[in-house]
C-alpha cells in the first residue's frame, strides 16, 4: 500500500488543520487505519484509529475530545479533523493500515505531514 499524506502546516494555538491521508495499492474499505505522530523527541505514538466501516473510533487520551478521525471510502481517504491546537501537538503526523485494532500498524508509512502550532 502507498499512503500520501497531507494538510498539515503551521498554526497558531487553539486554530485547526485538517489530515488526509489517501492510500493505493490494495483495498481500503476492509482495513482499519490509524494516525500516528513523532517528533525528534520521542517515539511514533498513537493518535488515533478507526475501523474499516468507519463506525467503531479509538483516541489518545491527549487528544481525545480536540481531534476526530473520519474516512472515505470511495475516496480511500482518512482524515484527522484537529482543533484546539497546542503546541504539545507540534509533530509530523503518519497515517498507516492496521495490523491489530487500534494500535498495531503494518510497517507501511508513507510520507507524513508536518503539523508545527505555535504558542
Known amino acids: 500500500v502507498q499512503l500520501q499524506a497531507s494538510g498539515g502546516g503551521l498554526v497558531q494555538a487553539g486554530g485547526s488543520l485538517r489530515l488526509s491521508c489517501t492510500a493505493s495499492?490494495?483495498?481500503?474499505?476492509?482495513?482499519?487505519m490509524a494516525w500516528f505522530r513523532q517528533t525528534a523527541e520521542k517515539e511514533r505514538d498513537f493518535v488515533a484509529a478507526?475501523?474499516?466501516?468507519?463506525?467503531?473510533?479509538e483516541y489518545a487520551d491527549d487528544v481525545k475530545y480536540r481531534f476526530t478521525i473520519s474516512r472515505d471510502n470511495a475516496k480511500r481517504t482518512v482524515y484527522l479533523q484537529m482543533n484546539s491546537l497546542k503546541p504539545e501537538d507540534t509533530a509530523i503526523y503518519y497515517c498507516?493500515?492496521?495490523?491489530?485494532?487500534?494500535?498495531?500498524?503494518?510497517?507501511?508509512w508513507g510520507q507524513g505531514t508536518q503539523v508545527t502550532v505555535s504558542s
Open positions: 478507526i475501523n474499516g466501516s468507519g463506525n467503531r473510533k
Open positions: 498507516a493500515p492496521l495490523q491489530k485494532w487500534p494500535r498495531l500498524p503494518f510497517n507501511s
Open positions: 495499492g490494495r483495498t481500503f474499505s476492509g482495513v482499519g
